[in-house]
């Protein structure tokens, strides 16, 4: 494999919502960008074909921000502000204004007829925080303004590793095409990781079928395992979730839908709405994603969300905010399959189980480690954060480049060296696991000692058998050509970040969410206002406590 | 499964093959009918058929696993 370098001030490692608008920043202060991209900053990323709700304080709209602020803690964003500390949770909202102000005027519709309309994720009589916009177009648009501003994207490149310095200081990164055998060696004062969700560490909807998930197949967590890998801190990786939507086409996007959920016989099964309301959708949902599930589980199931009663102009409304939301394919199959969303009800289910936790960082974007920063869903899950934190991340990082030089990968010619034998290995083995296989076992490991109910002696089980199926995937795995090496490497990652989520399990002694421990089954108060980080230390994984800072 | 190409109508620009987010179309050579060679991989998040400059031209065959359940 031949080895291209590449040389810049900063490089965002992932080109979505985050990285782009970490781009577009860092060139604005006269930084060299580059921004790889393992699909194309087109259409890749959570936000790829699309988004519908941008979290947002406008003053005219809202008023006095300390009473938007307490507002807040009501809600979809709820459980992550109780997480979160409060400089970067106030930073984030003082800053959405100016961040929407800058979409609007590159050309993503933040309007709807004229004014900013705000419906969705939240409850009638409470103030609302999710503002409709027309995001089907959002990534093409910030392509276009990260071009303009003289930032290089480097498409169908995945980059898979961080290069430090003996001192510990991010000097380069090494990537891999995913069209051709090549790698693709970065050389770089720092690196912005905005790599995105985490899906893919336990088994789909579907048995067997890995592409039926609320995300993509690219977004397989890759940020937070490099970001271990060279030792900065993840957090609260085993507080692992469950989102839900319609059955059985997983998709995202539940606030878009605008009806009630109700039983078979057409009872309601929350108390928050009896008919349709295009303000505030049915938030029982949101409170409980885990309701489509129990009630199966019981036998009172199914629940359907039920449009009946809507009225023309409503389900006009939101049908235009389902194509923005990233949803055509669910009308068009809808459309295809003849249900009339008027008289049809559509039953929800509660999908797989995905990672929540994420690298640290403080608002600046920064890990802790010089020249690494991160953020986006890399960080916390939610567009606006992505938008906020990706311009700021690009700031501090395009700032703190002016002052260092630019390093020599050199230094790390070893490591460049075993990591290409490592590849080469990959795609030049005869025999051995394919990418969709290793990926099964570790799906299905994830389930059976660390899913929906934990304990210490299954995860200890757990973390023996996970230990034996890294080394033999590390072994083992082959690879046809350079997009099935892509795989291969996503896997490698989840095998980190699995054996993470296993680590972190073991060492929370309580019950929270969908961290069940029949051990341990009260939810400790004590640990509410407390981070649960995991770093490497010495090569070993090491946990931690910290306080939320208020 | 997904997606379907109309060969009589798709013009081999290569916009699909360039903007897939999870490169089902791998390997197809420049100017040609987009070979579908992952479909597995598909997500059906309609990046194909949003960005296909010709109406008619790509369509997504949602498999019968996906199949919404309604009443």
């Keep these: ?550 | 499964m997904p997606p379907i190409i109309n060969g009589n109508l798709c013009s081999g620009c290569g916009k699909c093959v360039e903007v897939c987010p999870t490169d089902v179309f791998f390997g197809t050579k420049k100017k040609q009918t987009p070979a579908v060679t992952y479909p597995d991989e598909c997500w059906h998040g309609n990046a194909c058929v949003l960005d296909c400059p010709i109406k008619g031209a790509i369509k997504l065959r949602i498999p019968l696993t996906m199949m919404v359940i309604y009443k």
């Excluded at chain 1, 920063?373 to 890399?378: L, N, P, S, T």
């Design chain 1, 1 to 550: 494999m031949e080895i291209e370098k590449k040389q810049c001030d900063v490089l965002c490692v992932g080109g979505g919502i985050a990285g782009l608008m970490a781009a577009i920043r860092a060139s604005e202060l006269g930084a060299k960008v580059i921004v790889a991209e393992k699909s194309n900053t087109l259409r890749s990323g959570g936000g790829g074909v699309g988004n519908d709700h941008f979290q947002c304080y406008i003053p005219e709209v809202h008023g006095d921000f300390d009473y938007f602020w307490r507002e807040l803690f009501y809600g979809q964003l709820a459980g992550m502000f109780l997480k979160m500390d409060t400089e970067y949770a106030r930073y984030w909202f003082e800053n959405t204004y100016d961040i929407l102000k800058k979409w609007e005027n590159w050309g993503i519709p933040m309007k709807y007829e004229g004014k900013y309309e705000f419906a969705g994720h939240g409850f009638p009589g409470k103030q609302l925080n999710h503002l409709k916009y027309s995001g089907q177009n959002q990534k093409p648009v910030l392509t276009r303004q990260a071009l303009e501003r003289g930032v290089e994207i480097v498409n169908r490149v995945m980059v898979f590793d961080l290069l430090k310095d003996q001192g510990g200081n991010i000097i380069g990164a090494l990537g891999t095409s995913t069209r051709e055998d090549k790698v693709v060696a970065f050389e770089t004062k720092s690196v912005i990781l905005g790599t995105g969700s985490c899906g893919y560490l336990y088994p789909p909807v579907t048995a067997g079928a890995n592409n039926n998930r609320g995300w993509p197949m690219s977004l397989t967590g890759d940020g937070r395992a490099m970001a271990y890998r060279v030792g900065t801190a993840l957090r609260d990786l085993e507080l692992t979730d469950r989102h839900a939507g319609p059955k059985y086409f997983t998709r995202y996007g539940q606030a878009t839908w605008v009806g009630v959920l109700k039983d078979r016989y057409g009872k309601p099964v929350g108390p928050f709405v009896t008919k349709p309301d295009k303000r505030y959708g049915d938030m029982t949902i949101e409170v409980s994603k885990g309701i489509f599930d129990e009630y199966k589980k019981s036998g009172r199931g199914p629940i359907y969300m039920d449009m009946t009663g809507i009225s023309e102009k409503d389900l006009k409304y939101m049908l235009y905010w389902m194509i923005n939301e990233g949803n055509p394919a669910v009308l068009n199959h809808l459309e295809e399959e003849g249900v009339d969303l008027r008289k049809a009800s559509i039953e929800f289910g509660t999908f797989d189980m995905t990672v929540n936790g994420g690298i640290r960082t403080n608002y600046r974007g920064e890990t802790g480690l010089k020249g690494l920063y991160a953020a986006g869903d890399d960080v916390w899950v939610t567009i606006s954060h992505a938008a906020t934190f990706g311009w700021s991340a690009g700031e501090n990082a395009a700032k703190y480049a002016e002052t260092v030089k630019l390093p020599d990968i050199g230094e790390a010619r070893a490591e460049i060296e075993a990591k290409k034998a490592m590849l080469e290995e990959i795609r030049n083995r005869e025999d051995g696991a394919k990418w969709q296989e290793a990926l099964a076992a570790l799906q299905q490991i994830m389930l059976d000692y660390c899913g929906y109910v934990r304990s210490e002696s299954l995860l200890s089980a757990g973390i023996d058998i996970m230990g034996r199926l890294k080394n033999k995937a590390q072994t083992s795995l082959i690879a046809g050509n350079a997009h099935e090496l892509m795989n291969c490497l996503q896997v490698l990652n989840l095998m980190d970040l699995g054996e993470l989520v296993f680590i972190s399990a073991y060492d929370r002694q309580e019950t929270r969410g969908w961290h069940v421990r029949s051990d341990y089954t009260i939810t400790n108060p004590l640990l509410s206002d407390k981070l649960h980080l995991v770093k490497q230390v010495d090569g070993k994984p090491v946990t931690e406590w910290i306080e939320v800072k208020r």
